[in-house]
């Protein structure tokens, strides 16, 4: 089953007809980096995601659980 955020970009690419090199291009990250992340590799830095992720006017950040963050 392919990951939300590997679907997300997937899908924000083909919208804008970019190719996998071409999306590598614009984001300034390898081509094999986007296909690791396209195919919903598990351990992808999190500052490349964000790199490719800003050219859609998003980007991930960490989620606190109120619960478990008292001594955050």
């Not at 955020?5 to 083909?14: E, G, I, T």
């Not at 300034?28 to 296909?35: A, D, K, Q, T």
């Amino acid at each position: 089953m392919e990951s939300p955020l590997a679907s997300f970009v997937k899908n924000k690419r083909k919208l804008l007809n970019l190719t996998q090199p071409d999306l590598a291009n614009k984001a300034g990250v390898g081509l094999r980096f986007i296909r690791e992340l396209e195919q919903g590799k598990t351990t992808l830095r999190l500052d490349k995601v964000n790199q490719v992720l800003q050219l859609f006017g998003h980007q991930i950040a960490p989620v606190l659980d109120k619960k478990n963050n008292a001594d955050v």
